[in-house]
């Protein structure tokens, strides 16, 4: 059974930084790609980032473009999201995604719950 | 990146049909079969419910169904059940330095 579990966020305030961690399990890790997905309260949904199976390639949303790093460690089966820099705007629900394939779009198959991320003085 | 532009509402009688578009452009829908779309219930995590346009996985009920013409894809869902009220969120590839795109979402209201 496929289980991602995220932890590492809460409340920090602006400026500040986080890291979040998305622990795997039932899936060959550096198989498939993962992806960051966020969602503010009452928003939609946004890609953050994404890396590849390798994690050769990676990707990030214009709003977080240096300022979040997205890396995987494959002997851990851990993804990892540091966040410098932190804004208000970037008060979220992170969801950590597996991707159904190696290189990053083919679509979001398995979803952790989610670990919200508060940015406030 | 611009989201791609989802209907904010939509709604339908239990038994009906209702069809959930997806517009964006030829740099990511219009261009590539890589969209997907997602179901989200209140307070729950998303699932994947169609991906590459018409493809659905395992598990998912076959009333729910994907489709693309031009630079609009759709998701179109029969026999409308209770249980679909939900938000409904459209994603594509995008040639976007982003790599992967989602729609605004748009939300079910099942009458």
């Known amino acids: 059974e496929v289980q991602l579990l995220e932890s590492g966020g809460g409340l920090v305030q602006p400026g500040g930084s986080l890291r979040l961690s998305c622990a795997a399990s039932?899936?060959?890790?550096?198989?498939?790609?993962m992806s960051w997905v966020r969602q503010a309260p009452g928003k939609g949904l946004e890609c953050v980032s994404v890396i590849s199976g390798s994690g050769g390639s990676t990707y990030y949303a214009d709003s977080v473009k240096g300022r979040f790093t997205i890396s995987r460690d494959s002997s851990k089966n851990t993804l990892y999201l540091q966040m410098n820099s932190l804004r208000a705007e970037d008060t979220a629900v992170y969801y950590c995604?597996?991707?159904?394939?190696?290189?990053?779009?083919?679509?979001?198959?398995?979803w952790g719950q989610g670990t919200l991320v508060t940015v406030s003085s | 990146q611009s989201a791609l532009t989802q209907p904010a509402s939509v709604s339908g009688s239990p038994g009906q049909s209702i069809t959930i578009s997806c517009t964006g452009t030829s740099s990511d829908v219009g261009g590539y079969n890589y969209v997907s779309w997602y179901q989200q219930h209140p307070g729950k995590a998303p699932k994947l419910m169609i991906y590459?346009?018409?493809n659905r996985p395992s598990g998912v009920s076959n009333r729910f169904s994907g489709s693309k013409s031009g630079n609009t894809a759709s998701l179109t869902i029969s026999g409308l059940q209770a249980e679909d009220e939900a938000d409904y969120y459209c994603?594509?590839?995008?040639?976007?330095?982003?790599?992967?795109?989602f729609g605004g979402g748009a939300k079910l209201t099942v009458l």
């Open positions: 590459d346009v018409s």
């Open positions: 994603s594509s590839y995008t040639t976007s330095s982003t790599l992967v795109v």
């Open positions: 995604a597996k991707v159904r394939g190696y290189s990053g779009y083919e679509g979001l198959d398995y």
């Open positions: 039932g899936f060959t890790f550096s198989s498939y790609a």
